[in-house]
């Protein structure tokens, strides 16, 4: 079955760069595309874009543009987020999930999530 | 971008009751929605998808619903367990977008 094991939490200075990474098991990894949203305050989630494991290919939303870089290593089936230049509006879990590719993207499978906070 | 509207943003109902949560977008996308429930401290969890469709190993008493731009999510025979957070997720054009979530409290 899909499992998606995703980083520990971490804390990071205002400014800095943080990578997460999502490891996947279960599955053909190139057969799923890696989507990454956003969980603030427990509450609102916001989609951050996804990569295609097997073309790299990425989609973001507008939103995140510059904020985060999604990337994969297929040695290794882990797909990555990098959050750079953290402010306190970055502080939140972010959750990696796995859409089949060909299906419709609607999210059966999730990571556990991995908790940013910015904090000096 | 879309805009998910979902109410209401919190209620209160007892064990046994029936309820149901809305949400509505700002445009068409079709069947495109899916429907999550999020238990403290977890993941979201796939419970609905294209609107209408029970995701394997939800129980039957949630059901998936559209009228027009207004899509439902209804509980029958609230139980302990379905206390929670439930999100809508519209999944017809990027960005995929979501609505402002609804907590489920059990009296």
């Known amino acids: 079955q899909v499992n998606l094991l995703q980083s520990g939490a971490a804390l990071v200075k205002p400014g800095a760069s943080v990578k997460l990474s999502c490891k996947a098991s279960g599955y053909t990894f190139t057969d799923y595309y890696i989507h990454w949203v956003k969980q603030s305050h427990g509450k609102s989630l916001e989609w951050i874009g996804y990569?295609?494991?097997?073309?790299?290919?990425?989609n973001y939303n507008e939103k995140f543009k510059s904020k985060a870089t999604l990337t994969v290593d297929k040695s290794t089936n882990t797909a990555y987020m990098e959050l750079s230049r953290l402010t306190s509006e970055d502080s939140a879990t972010y959750y990696c999930?796995?859409?089949?590719?060909?299906?419709?993207?609607?999210?059966?499978?999730w990571g556990q999530g991995t908790l940013v906070t910015v904090s000096s | 971008d879309i805009q998910m509207t979902q109410s209401p943003s919190s209620m209160s109902a007892s064990l046994g009751d029936t309820v149901t949560i809305t949400c509505l977008a700002s445009q068409d996308i079709g069947n495109y929605l899916s429907w999550y429930q999020q238990k403290p401290g977890k993941s979201p969890k796939l419970m609905i998808y294209g609107a209408t469709n029970l995701e394997d190993g939800v129980p039957s008493r949630f059901s998936g619903s559209r009228s027009g731009s207004d899509y439902s999510l209804t509980i029958n025979s609230l139980g302990y367990d379905d206390e929670g957070i439930y999100h809508c997720?519209?999944?017809?054009?990027?960005?995929?977008?979501f609505g402002s979530g609804t907590k489920l409290e059990i009296k």
């Open positions: 997720h519209q999944y017809y054009e990027y960005p995929l977008t």
């Open positions: 999930t796995g859409v089949y590719y060909g299906l419709g993207d609607w999210f059966a499978y």
């Open positions: 990569i295609n494991p097997n073309s790299g290919y990425t």
